[in-house]
Nanobody, 121 residues
Framework: QVQLVESGGGLVQPGGSLRLSCAASGSIYSINTMGWYRQAPGKQRELVAAITIVGITNYADSVKGRFTISRDNAKKVVYLQMNSLKPEDTAVYYC???????????????WGQGTQVTVSS
């Protein structure tokens, strides 16, 4: 089974930067789309950014121009560079993988355990 492990969360002041990483493991052949979602207290989980295997990206309007998603297909890693962070970016950030082909078969979607990002002075 595919496992996704996030890292890079933490506490940062408004205007600061953080870089999240998510590594996929589990005898993976390919992952169609990798992305980041977030969930703030009392709110629904929402898409932050996603990137396809050929590099097509999609961003939530609230993060356009501030966040950049990238991936290393060979290493099966996706990154989220977050700049100009705002208090409203505070949430648990979840890594997501869709269309995963591995030695275990095909999985529609897999999720990481989440990493906390807190933007506060």
């Amino acid at each position: 089974q595919v496992q996704l492990v996030e890292s890079g969360g933490g506490l940062v002041q408004p205007g600061g930067s953080l870089r999240l990483s998510c590594a996929a493991s589990g005898s993976i052949y390919s992952i169609n789309t990798m992305g980041w979602y977030r969930q703030a207290p009392g709110k629904q989980r929402e898409l932050v950014a996603a990137i396809t295997i050929v590099g097509i990206t999609n961003y939530a309007d609230s993060v356009k121009g501030r966040f950049t998603i990238s991936r290393d297909n060979a290493k099966k890693v996706v990154y989220l560079q977050m700049n100009s962070l705002k208090p409203e970016d505070t949430a648990v950030y979840y890594c997501n993988a869709q269309g995963v082909r591995s030695s275990y078969g095909y999985e529609n979607a897999a999720w990481g355990q989440g990493t906390q990002v807190t933007v506060s002075s």
